[in-house]
């Protein structure tokens, strides 16, 4: 379906950008990976996925919490793969502390990603969509972005500020043939949640299995974690021409957490 589209996958090395990057070239699209890691692990899921699914993968590690190094990665995509018919903002990271005593740095650094990674990726990435007049965006918000959680003041903020900029970004390319939504996933176990699992431990002394079923409990009335291959899914749809007129949409998946 993806066959001769390029997809960039930003924080793809981990998580949820892992499994939409699986599914993408699964799909047939050739996919620009990125974010952190070890260098031999990276190489080796970018070989795999290139293997398994015979498409190109490539990889760079920019830091996407600057500028600069955002704009530099959309232009080696379209430089390398040829395009970039499909930009998936998905990099992020979290931290958790009451307002009061949130650092400023941390505040700082998840806006920068979380947030304005996606707003000067797309700012580098329309044109080419815009005059191909094909384009699917997908932005990696959350439940998060939809309803609010204590001690999260920046992810909130950021995803909630994500949410609105995909709303923008699709009325403005609503007649241009590139659609633009956010996913907003509800509990997915992957390293950014276990890390809030640990610490959880650290505060209760329990066991991470105990608490991962507090952590469910607590905010999703379906007792079970979302997986990446999931979202991955979801991602595809959204860019099959079936999905051609959803555009401007929060997509939750999130086992009833914003039913409520
Ligand atoms: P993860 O920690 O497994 O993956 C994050 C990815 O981002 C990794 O590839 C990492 O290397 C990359 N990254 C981190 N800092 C970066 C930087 N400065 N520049 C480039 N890449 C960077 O986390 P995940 O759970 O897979 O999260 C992916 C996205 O999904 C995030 O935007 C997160 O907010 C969102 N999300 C996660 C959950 C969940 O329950 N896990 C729920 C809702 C939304």
């Not at 379906?1 to 070239?25: D, F, N, Y």
């Not at 070890?38 to 996407?64: H, T």
């Amino acid at each position: 379906m993806l066959e001769g589209k390029v997809a960039l996958v930003t924080g793809s090395t981990s998580g949820i950008g892992l499994g939409i990057a699986r599914s993408l070239a699964g799909a047939g699209a050739s996919i620009m990976m990125n974010g952190f890691g070890d260098a031999d692990d990276i190489e080796r899921l970018r070989s795999q996925l290139a293997e398994e699914n015979g498409v190109s993968v490539a990889f760079d590690g920019a830091d996407l919490s600057r500028p600069d190094e955002v704009n530099r990665l959309v232009e080696k995509t379209i430089d390398v793969l040829g395009g970039v018919d499909v930009l998936v903002n998905n990099a992020g990271i979290q931290f958790v502390a009451p307002i009061e005593e949130f650092p400023d740095d941390r505040w700082e650094s998840i806006i920068a990603l979380n947030l304005s990674a996606a707003f000067y990726s797309m700012k580098a990435a329309i044109p080419a969509m815009k005059a191909k007049g094909w384009g699917r965006i997908i932005n990696v918000a959350s439940a998060h972005g939809l309803v609010a959680s204590s001690n999260k003041v920046a992810y909130v903020a950021a995803k909630h500020g994500l949410v609105g900029a995909t709303k923008v970004a699709a009325l403005e390319l609503a007649n241009h043939g590139v659609t633009v939504n956010a996913i907003c996933p509800g509990w997915v176990l992957t390293p950014l949640v276990e890390r809030q699992l640990r610490d959880r431990v650290e505060q209760t002394g329990t066991e991470i299995a105990v608490e991962m079923e507090q952590l469910l409990a607590e905010k999703q009335p379906m007792l079970k974690f979302t997986t990446p291959v999931s979202i991955g899914a979801m991602a595809v749809f959204l860019c099959s021409d079936e999905a051609e007129t959803i555009t401007g949409a929060t997509l939750s998946i999130d086992g009833g957490w914003t039913a409520q």
